[in-house]
């Protein structure tokens, strides 16, 4: 068996070109497009690049992307500058540089940010009401992991396995699995036997970021597999799953290219929905002018 190759990019392409309207839309209605601003504390060279990457997509898309950096914060500091920027109304979204230096609280960072503007859908409000099954903002990498899973298959009725359970990736993907009505297991560091939930099920997804932790025999024969993973080794990118295990499974995301690209294009759709919610469009007639009661 040959697996078919779910591609991120062509699916990204798409919704880009889609939010470039909607972003066009609401330039027109209130002067500006959608701003997001990136924060990052003290980045090295592979977050700043990783961010210049979004403001390159960011401009397809026609959104405004700015990134600021703390050199040094605490968490204090960290909590005044996204409270900041949480006041700010030209302001529509804001995204942290993850992960943060150690040392930072990320819940006490991230409790400091107005749930209204987290395009990263992490502050405890966004996870609780994706617990609750009426999700608001949810991860982007969630959002694509699901996306490409359904391009494959109905996950309806089906055994899933997520390996990872980061409140960023491998939690939210199971509750958007378990919402899709898949039966969900979720495996991590101290599972005992990783190959054998990994035999069970007919969908896997794989955020550990451990490269080639999967085997390709591990895999059940017709899998549809949904490799998050994605490490630097020797200058290269490198998933969770050994690559050969596309001659096993029905379909297979690529590393690079299946995922990434695709978790780029929703974290956009996500500022793109927060800057609609800040502005909806006028409803019914136009206000009366002069304001004030009357009669
Ligand atoms: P994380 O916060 O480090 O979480 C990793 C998870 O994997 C943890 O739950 C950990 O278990 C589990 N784990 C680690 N080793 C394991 C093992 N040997 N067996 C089973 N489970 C194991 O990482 P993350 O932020 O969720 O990211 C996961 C991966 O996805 C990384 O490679 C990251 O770069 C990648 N990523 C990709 C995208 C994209 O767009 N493609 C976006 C975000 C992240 P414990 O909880 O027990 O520690």
Known sequence: MSARFLQGREAADRLLDALRSRAEALAERRGRPPRAVALLVAPDASTLAYVRQQKRVAARAGLLWEERVLEAAGTAELRRALERLSADPEVDAVLLGWPLPAGLDPLEATLALDPAKDADGLHPLHLGLLAAGRPRVVPATARAALHLIRSAVAPEGREALVIGRSRTVGLPVALLLEQAHATVRIAHSRTRDLRRAVGEAEILVAAAGRPGLVEAEWL???????????????????GDVDPRAAERAAAIT??????????????????????????????????????????
Do not use: C, F, K, W
Request: glycine share 18%; charged share 15%.
């Open 220 to 238: 059940r024969p017709g899998a549809v597999v949904i490799d998050v993973g994605t490490t630097y080794v020797d200058g290269r990118v490198r």
């Open 254 to 295: 690529p590393v690079p290219g299946g995922v990434g690209p695709l978790t780029t294009a929703m974290l956009m759709e996500n500022v793109v929905e927060l800057a609609e919610a800040a502005s909806p469009p006028a409803q019914g007639l136009p206000a009366a002018r002069g304001g004030g009661r009357s009669g």
